[in-house]
């Protein structure tokens, strides 16, 4: 199936889908430019990005806390907010994912009231981006398509080839060549086309962009990308509802192409909106690797634009040197009184290491990153004590062994008898544990 670019409508010439959902249309971010609720993602007027618009008179009207409650354990008990009209859309279990109270990791960093918003385990493929891929996925399949793509940084590509294997459509992902196993196995095994490209993520996507013009595939963040971006909501709605209908105080969470960063902020605005929470000005926060650092750079500099870096870091999956919604991300942490700092790789091994110590959650390096720059923020008196704080936590960490393989000490090997184990056991109490840490890291 070929997909032309859709030309501008004027909002008099819509056909308001009347089948279910209260979406109406897509508009250009910036000039408002409005158009057809299909697979594009660029004004042609000014070249912004295209967004969902919502009909919130309709949805005020019908939204309730009780409805919600009724819903389906996944993100799909907030379909009245997603871009789909299907009866049936593809649930594969995304969403409602623990929050956490993280009591010992808020003693550490001198906090009173911190949460854990645990994507590590969510379904299918223990990332965030089972969110957006089930919502994309099923737009793609109400957009008639039947081969599916997306150019990934990893867990994309996992969420896309297992979530289509389940949906039954053809697949194709596109991923830099350089991933960790963990992550290039975890997409083969559902049996797509992957291909692997000589190049880094920016690279990847330039290359997507053309096939999508030539091939007229669904490529989840590309040509869906309005429609994808909008599943990343659902990590402000389950906050929210977790925290008892409540909003928190101050958000940290990962910056790769500041979409999910900007669409949990959407999401808390929404429930705003709609009456489902009170209103609160939560100040948000964005962490990034040092190593691919562009909106920490736009950030820290004042600038209103952001100069695409070339990525160097261990934290692959958060590593896109011309991020698509970066200004977007700066203007919503200056906008919020929040801030954007950046990790090093040596902090980002640290903390994941910290979460893992204190609270028992295994994350990947952008994770660590997350807690990295928590743990600056609370250090820098950034975070108020008092405030309550959730930290995203977005990606499991047997992704990426890679990165904590030789740092996180070794096994005592025993012989199988008393003696040896009491000699080992011996020997592990007499090594002060701190400097265990510190020799291994
Ligand atoms: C993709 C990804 C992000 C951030 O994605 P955005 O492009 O900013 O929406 C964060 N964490 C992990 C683990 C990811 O895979």
Redesign the pocket.
Same mark, same amino acid.
């Given at each position: 199936m070929t997909q032309a670019l859709e030309a501008p409508l004027s909002i008099s010439a819509f056909t308001f889908d009347q089948t279910g959902g209260h979406f109406s249309h897509l508009a250009c971010k910036e000039c408002g430019t409005e158009y057809e609720p299909k697979a594009t993602h660029v004004c042609q007027e000014c070249f912004g990005p295209l967004e969902v618009k919502y009909d919130y008179e309709s949805l005020k009207r019908t939204v309730t806390r009780e409805r919600i409650e009724a819903g389906p354990n996944s993100i799909w008990r907030y379909r009245d907010f997603l871009p789909v009209t299907s009866e049936n859309p593809i649930d594969v279990g995304t969403g409602m994912t623990p929050l956490l109270k993280a009591n010992r990791l808020a003693k550490r960093l001198g906090l009173k009231e911190l949460y854990i918003k645990n !994507?590590a385990v969510n379904m299918p493929t223990l @990332? #965030?981006?089972d969110r957006?891929v089930s919502v994309a996925l099923t737009r793609a399949k109400e957009l008639g398509f039947d081969t599916v793509s997306c150019a990934s940084?990893? %867990?994309?590509a996992n969420s896309t080839a297992a979530i289509a294997a389940h949906a039954n459509l053809d697949c194709c992902v596109f991923i830099p060549s350089d991933l960790e196993a963990g992550k290039v196995l975890g997409t083969l095994i559902y049996g797509p086309t992957v291909m692997a490209v000589k190049g880094n993520y920016d690279q990847v996507n330039r290359l997507c962009s053309e096939v999508a013009n030539t091939h007229g595939w669904g490529f989840v %963040?590309i040509n869906l990308r309005p429609y994808y =971006?909008e599943g @990343?909501k659902t990590l402000g709605y389950e906050v929210a509802e977790q925290l008892g209908w409540k909003l928190p105080d101050h958000i940290v969470?990962?910056?790769? =192409? +500041? =979409?999910? #960063?900007t669409?949990i902020y959407k999401g808390f605005q929404e429930f705003i909106k709609t009456g489902l929470v009170e209103a609160k000005d939560v100040r948000c926060s964005g962490a990034q690797a040092l190593g691919c650092s562009p909106i920490y750079e736009a950030f820290k500099e004042g600038r209103d634009f952001i100069k695409p870096v070339k990525p160097k870091t261990i934290a692959k @999956?958060?590593a896109?040197g011309n991020?698509? !919604?970066g200004i977007y991300?700066v203007e919503q942490a200056r906008n919020t009184n929040g801030h954007i700092e950046a990790a090093t790789d040596e902090e980002i091994i640290e903390g994941m290491k910290l979460l893992a110590e204190t609270e028992g959650i295994f994350t990947?390096?952008? +994770?660590g990153t997350?807690i990295a720059v928590l743990k600056k923020l609370a250090e820098q008196g950034k975070i108020n004590p008092d405030e309550t704080t959730v930290a995203?936590i977005? +990606?499991n960490g047997l992704k990426t062994q890679e990165a904590v393989q030789s740092h996180a000490g070794e096994p005592l090997t025993i012989d199988p008898k008393l003696d040896s184990f009491e000699r080992a056991w011996d020997r592990a109490q007499t090594l002060d544990r701190l400097e265990w840490q510190q020799a291994s890291v």
């Open positions: !994507d @990332s #965030f981006k957006v940084t990893g %867990n994309l %963040n =971006s @990343s969470a990962p910056l790769a =192409s +500041g =979409s999910l #960063f669409k @999956s958060i896109i991020p698509a !919604d991300a990947e390096t952008a +994770g997350t995203y977005t +990606g």
